[in-house]
């Protein structure tokens, strides 16, 4: 009984999820050089942070563009994820200016305050931590960004606090 519950709702999220995809491509009138947008907007709405297989020949076929040309940009990209990942990608810049800043420490930090290790993601799929090149806030090295914020100065005070109100705001979206 249980399991037949599951693969319901399974079905119901794969259904409400291709409705989402066809939106989002029909929102950009099926054009194929809106690739990288459409695939971003699919990437951001995954809630897992990456673009799965299906989405991906969904759109090749929508678009009306061979596979290989839809995974090209996939693999390209460094914007772009084909695994899972947690709903927030904390990437740690590893650029030059901000490593001679201790970037690694960095890492370290994030790495006790979520225990995980980089390249991994939390068991709550809350938090996946990367390394990333240059964002462009040198001036304000070490460096960490999720999502479009940029954080500074980073202290291990301050990377305690931006993963606590991190994991607020999701409680509070729950
Ligand atoms: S080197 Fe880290 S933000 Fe530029």
Request: net charge negative; with cysteine.
């Amino acid at each position: 009984m249980c399991c037949s519950k599951v693969t319901k709702d399974r079905a119901l999220e794969i259904v409400r999820r291709y409705d989402q995809v066809l939106a989002i491509i029909n929102r950009y009138g099926k054009a194929k050089e809106q690739l990288l947008s459409i695939l971003l907007d699919i990437q951001a709405t995954s809630g897992e942070n990456y673009v799965a297989e299906e989405w991906a020949e969904i759109v090749a076929s929508q678009l009306g563009l061979p596979i290989s040309k839809v995974h090209d940009v996939l693999t390209f990209y460094a914007m772009f994820n084909i695994s899972q990942k947690g709903k927030y990608v904390i990437e740690i810049c590893k650029s030059t200016p901000c490593h001679v800043t201790k970037a690694d420490a960095v890492v370290a930090m994030f790495e006790e305050a979520l225990g995980i290790k980089l390249g991994e993601t939390t068991p709550d799929n809350l938090f996946t931590l990367m390394h990333t090149s240059c964002v462009g806030a040198c001036d304000i090295g070490p460096v960490a960004k999720i999502g479009d914020e940029v954080y500074g100065n980073l202290t291990a005070a301050k990377v305690a606090e931006i993963v606590t109100s991190y994991r607020g705001v999701s409680s509070c979206q729950k």
